[in-house]
């Protein structure tokens, strides 16, 4: 069986729902009263009149399409709908509906690739630049973690399949980071701590829509915390861009 065609991809459709948006957009407010200076940095914020969710956005087809396949005009039968928590030209990440643990994310090209393999350099650029930046944001949200140095007492995987016989169930490249809670005994004889349960093994629940969408509001607010820092810190602006390729699509949403 041949690649699935970009119409029929899950991940596909993702991208046609949600289109490139800043991330630091889903920050919240965290004084009403600083008219003046809504953004403790700065970064031209306009803060929403209510709170945003993913879900109000959605994409139009690119006069000229960054991705090796373009995004076609959604129809209400092809939107996807997703648990956000980035969304940017070339890269997607959102939590996985069947979690092997709380905070399972998948990070994505928005381009349609079958394999790692398939990958082009400016998307494998862009995937290697979020992996470690999201792995923070998951590990300090679900673990209240405030450092922001690497904390070697967190744990989780990175894992990417290539192939049906490698468990690669979706034929769309994706990364999952997978967070590690400590140690917690077996629910039973024979079976293995639920911190190590990878695919194939144990059971994998589907997400309940309500905490799927609480925990992603944290992760993005997290997420765009994790961007100032970045930017204060390391004096790179990973949302340099965003102007030029929001004016390419039709933004729909509570602003």
Not at 9 to 37: E, G, M, V, W
Not at 139 to 165: H, I, P, Y
Not at 215 to 236: F, G, K, P, T, Y
Request: charged share 25%.
């Amino acid at each position: 069986m041949g690649p699935l065609p970009p119409s029929s991809c899950p991940f596909c459709n993702i991208a046609t729902t949600y289109p490139p948006i800043p991330p630091t957009t889903f920050l919240r407010q965290q004084d009403q009263s600083k008219n003046a200076h809504p953004h403790p940095h700065h970064l031209n914020i306009v803060a929403p009149r209510q709170p945003l969710s993913p879900d109000s956005f959605i994409g139009e087809e690119q006069d000229a399409s960054p991705t090796p396949t373009p995004t076609p005009t959604p129809t209400p039968q092809a939107r996807a709908r997703a648990h956000l928590i980035l969304s940017t030209r070339d890269v997607l990440a959102f939590l996985d509906i069947m979690p092997l643990t709380r905070g399972h994310v998948l990070v994505a090209p928005r381009g349609h690739f079958e394999k790692l393999g398939d990958v082009g350099v400016v998307s494998g650029r862009e995937i290697g630049q979020w992996l470690p930046i999201i792995s923070r944001v998951v590990m300090r949200t679900l673990f209240g973690e405030e450092s922001k140095e690497f904390n070697s007492d967190w744990n989780w995987n990175v894992v990417q399949n290539n192939g049906a016989r490698a468990a690669q169930q979706v034929p769309h490249v994706h990364f999952h980071i997978i967070p590690r809670p400590p140690d917690r005994p077996a629910s039973g004889p024979g079976q293995s701590s639920k911190s190590y349960v990878m695919f194939g093994r144990g059971q994998r629940d589907e997400l309940d829509d309500e905490e799927g969408e609480s925990l992603a509001r944290l992760l993005r607010e997290e997420l765009a915390r994790e961007i100032i820092r970045v930017r204060r810190e390391e004096d790179i602006d990973l949302e340099r861009g965003f102007d030029s390729v929001d004016r390419k699509w039709k933004v729909t949403g509570k602003l």
